[in-house]
């Protein structure tokens, strides 16, 4: 299983960031794949997730109405797509399937 994240990087508050992660090794389309973000000094916490099927969606409270998990079964690839973004966003963003599959991880700063 590989899990690799892209498109962090710094922005402004107000700001937006589309993440990315590309998922090999596993037949994608029948997990649940979901995002995590950890920030310094905290305890890593589910973001979002989404289903296998239906594309069901759910989302941490602080995010709701701002980010949106999407994904592309044909390409293997689940997205972030994260606007009106906040400094108490800033975090490193990781890919993960079943708990136990983690991406390296792409920084998100967002700072003025």
């Known amino acids: 299983v590989q899990l690799v994240e892209s498109g962090g990087g710094l922005v402004q508050p107000g700001g937006s960031l589309r993440l990315s992660c590309a998922a090999s090794?596993?037949?994608?389309?029948?997990?649940?794949m979901s995002w995590y973000r950890q920030a310094p000094g905290k305890e890593r916490e589910l973001v979002a997730a989404?289903?296998?099927?239906?594309?069901?969606?759910n989302y941490a409270d602080s995010v709701k109405g701002r980010f949106t998990i999407s994904r592309d079964n044909a390409k293997n690839t689940v997205y972030l797509q994260m606007n009106s973004l906040k400094p108490e966003d800033t975090a490193v963003y990781y890919c993960?399937?079943?708990?136990?599959?983690w991406g390296q991880g792409t920084q998100v700063t967002v700072s003025s």
């Open positions: 993960n399937v079943l708990q136990v599959y």
């Open positions: 090794g596993f037949p994608f389309s029948r997990y649940v």
């Open positions: 989404i289903s296998s099927g239906s594309g069901s969606t």
